[in-house]
């Protein structure tokens, strides 16, 4: 039990600060301003030629199915536990969800953008669109 926890902290760290900086360019992490605040950032690496080269569409789908298909086996092996009345290894396997959702999740963060990036790109959008139709009906009367 131990070695499993063990292992899926190795393989939370690893996820988190090797594999998906260097296979899909993203990274997340917490920062902790002077007052104490917490705050989480969550980068995507800028698209350009030379990193588009590093970065594979074979590794990137790779990661992206890793990533998704472990904590959907770990929820698998929570049902299975506990329909099982295992419950000595619920603990590893609700930990096994939490690491591994959270994974999942800081890097969907990063790969959608933060919810105040998503809100100034939704605002953008539909400004130009308004100005292209306003500028359309100018240029036609």
């Known amino acids: 039990m131990v070695t499993i926890i063990l292992l899926l902290s190795c393989d939370f760290w690893a996820v988190k600060n090797v594999t998906g900086r260097l296979m899909v360019g993203l990274r997340w992490w917490n920062h902790i301003d002077e007052d104490g605040k917490s705050h989480w950032v969550f980068e995507s690496r800028k698209d350009s030629a030379q990193e588009s080269k590093t970065v594979s569409e074979a590794e990137s789908r790779i990661f992206w199915l890793g990533l998704i298909a472990c904590p959907v086996l770990w929820v698998i092996f929570a049902f299975s536990a506990l329909f099982s009345f295992r419950v000595k290894w619920l603990a590893v396997v609700i930990m096994g969800v939490v690491l ?17 990036n998503l809100t100034n790109m939704a605002t953008s959008y539909l400004g130009k669109q308004l100005l292209r139709q306003n500028t359309g009906d100018d240029q036609t009367s």
């Open 100 to 116: 591994q959702g959270a994974n999942l999740y800081g890097y969907i963060r990063c790969k959608v953008g933060s919810r105040k």
